[in-house]
C-alpha cells in the first residue's frame, strides 16, 4: 500500500524522502536517550531543500501547498517520528503564512531571507501551569516596552526543535494588556534552553523548556498585528499525518516479521496462520481507511471557498486518524508478540511514539464536546 502521490512532482518528493528512511530507521534507537535529537536527519532534509518546501516561489522557495506537505510528512514520520513532528512545525507555520500572508509585510520578507538561508523557526506558546491556549489561557510570558525595545520575560514549553531554532516566535502579554507574538532570533542575549524533556514519548523532538530573560528585542520584530487571524488551519494535518506515518512503520515491521518468522512448532510462518492473517488483514483496511480520510480532507480543503468552515472535519480528522494510528500500532504488537516490548526492538518506540499524538491539538475532548453541542443545538431547533 503506496501513498497517494497524484503527480510526477509528488512522486519525485516521495522518492527523494524514500531514499532517507532507511538511515532515518537506521539512527531511531539514538533517540530512546534522553537529551537526544535528530541532528542528522534534519542536516539531511535540509540538503534537499526540505525546509523551503512550502515558502513561496516569489521568496526562492519550492511553493508546495498542503497536499505535498501532508505525503512528506507521513513519509518523513514513517522514517523517523520524532524527524517528522519536529521539522513538520517549521514547514507548516510557512505554509500557514503562504496560506494567508498575515506577518507584517516587513518581517515576512526578511524571516523569508533568513530560511532561504537556511533558518528553522517554531512557535513558542504552551507554559507549564498555565493551561493550553487554545483553552484560551493568557500568556503569563511578558513584553514591557522601554523606548524602541520591548523587554521579554518568562517561560515556553514544549518548544520542539529546540536545539536547531534559529527564530523563535513567542506569545506574550504586554504591559497594556494586549497578547502579541514576537519575533525571537535564539542568539539572543537571555535567550536560553533548559533541557527538561524527559517525556517517554517522543524524546527526539527535545521539546524542552524555552527560558526568557530580560531578552531585549527591536520594537520592529512583531510577527504579525494583533487582529491578524491565520483562518487557513489546513497545516495542522501534519499531526495525524505523522502518527500515521509511525503506524505504517509498525505495520511494515510486523508483516515483515510475520512472513519470516517461523516457530518450530508450527513449520511454516506465522503469516500463513488464519488469526494473523485476520490481524493483518484489519490493519490494512485501517490503514487504507485512515489514509482516504486524512488524503480526502486534503483535497476538500485545497478546494474549499470557504476554509474557515473546514475547522470541523479538520479537527475530526486529527482525532480519527490518530486514534487509528494507535489501534495499527496495538494491532502490530500483538502479531510480533512479547519481543515487541524489548529495548532492542523498534515495536517498543512506534508503541510510546503513536500515543503521543492524543496530547497534540486539537484535544480530543475539546472537539467531542463541540460536536456534543452542536448536535443537542440542532436538535432542539428541529423541535421548535
Not at 528512511?21 to 537526544?36: I, N
Not at 493568557?138 to 520542539?160: C, D, F, H, I, M
Request: charged fraction near 20%.
Amino acid at each position: 500500500m503506496d501513498l497517494f502521490a497524484k503527480t510526477i512532482e509528488q512522486q519525485k518528493l516521495l522518492d527523494q524522502i524514500k531514499k532517507l528512511q532507511p538511515e532515518f530507521q537506521h539512527r531511531e534507537p539514538e533517540l530512546d536517550a534522553f537529551g537526544s535529537f535528530p541532528f542528522q536527519n534534519i542536516t539531511e532534509l535540509k540538503k534537499i531543500n526540505y525546509h523551503l518546501l512550502t515558502v513561496p516561489k516569489e521568496f526562492g522557495g519550492q511553493g508546495f501547498g498542503l497536499y505535498e506537505y501532508i505525503l512528506a510528512q507521513e513519509a518523513i514520520s514513517e522514517g523517523s517520528g520524532a524527524t517528522g513532528l519536529s521539522i513538520g512545525w517549521h514547514v507548516g507555520i510557512v505554509l500557514e503564512y503562504a496560506e494567508n500572508r498575515h506577518w507584517h509585510r516587513e518581517s515576512a520578507d526578511w524571516l523569508m531571507k533568513k530560511i532561504g538561508d537556511g533558518a528553522l523557526i517554531n512557535t513558542a506558546a504552551t507554559e507549564s501551569n498555565a493551561g493550553s491556549p487554545l483553552r484560551g489561557a493568557l500568556p503569563r510570558t511578558t513584553a514591557v516596552l522601554e523606548g524602541t525595545e520591548w523587554v521579554v520575560n518568562g517561560e515556553k514549553t514544549y518548544t520542539s526543535l529546540s536545539p536547531v531554532l534559529d527564530y523563535i516566535f513567542v506569545t506574550a502579554t504586554t504591559d497594556q494588556g494586549e497578547v502579541k507574538t514576537f519575533i525571537i532570533p535564539r542568539d539572543t542575549a537571555g535567550v536560553s534552553i533548559d533541557e527538561s524533556w524527559d517525556m517517554l514519548a517522543m524524546r527526539g523532538t527535545a521539546s524542552h523548556t524555552l527560558i526568557l530573560d530580560n531578552v531585549r528585542i527591536p520594537d520592529s520584530y512583531i510577527l504579525k498585528p494583533s487582529d491578524a487571524q491565520a483562518t487557513a488551519k489546513g497545516w495542522l494535518l501534519h499531526i495525524p499525518a505523522c502518527y500515521i506515518g509511525i503506524a505504517a512503520a509498525a505495520r511494515s515491521y510486523a508483516i515483515e516479521f510475520a512472513a519470516s518468522y517461523t516457530p518450530a512448532s508450527l513449520g511454516n510462518p506465522i503469516a500463513e496462520t488464519p488469526n494473523i492473517k485476520q490481524t493483518i488483514g484489519e490493519m490494512e483496511l485501517e490503514l487504507a481507511t485512515a489514509r482516504h480520510l486524512l488524503y480526502g480532507t486534503v483535497e476538500r480543503y485545497e478546494h474549499a471557498a470557504d476554509k474557515t468552515a473546514m475547522e470541523e472535519a479538520l479537527n475530526v480528522t486529527k482525532i480519527a486518524v490518530t486514534n487509528a494510528a494507535i489501534n495499527i500500532v496495538d494491532k502490530a504488537m500483538k502479531i510480533v508478540g512479547s519481543r515487541a516490548l524489548s529495548q532492542s526492538n523498534p515495536m517498543h518506540r512506534h508503541y510510546l511514539n503513536v500515543r503521543a499524538g492524543l496530547y497534540n491539538p486539537p484535544m480530543e475532548d475539546m472537539v467531542k464536546g463541540q460536536l456534543a453541542s452542536q448536535a443537542i443545538q440542532l436538535f432542539r431547533s428541529e423541535e421548535n
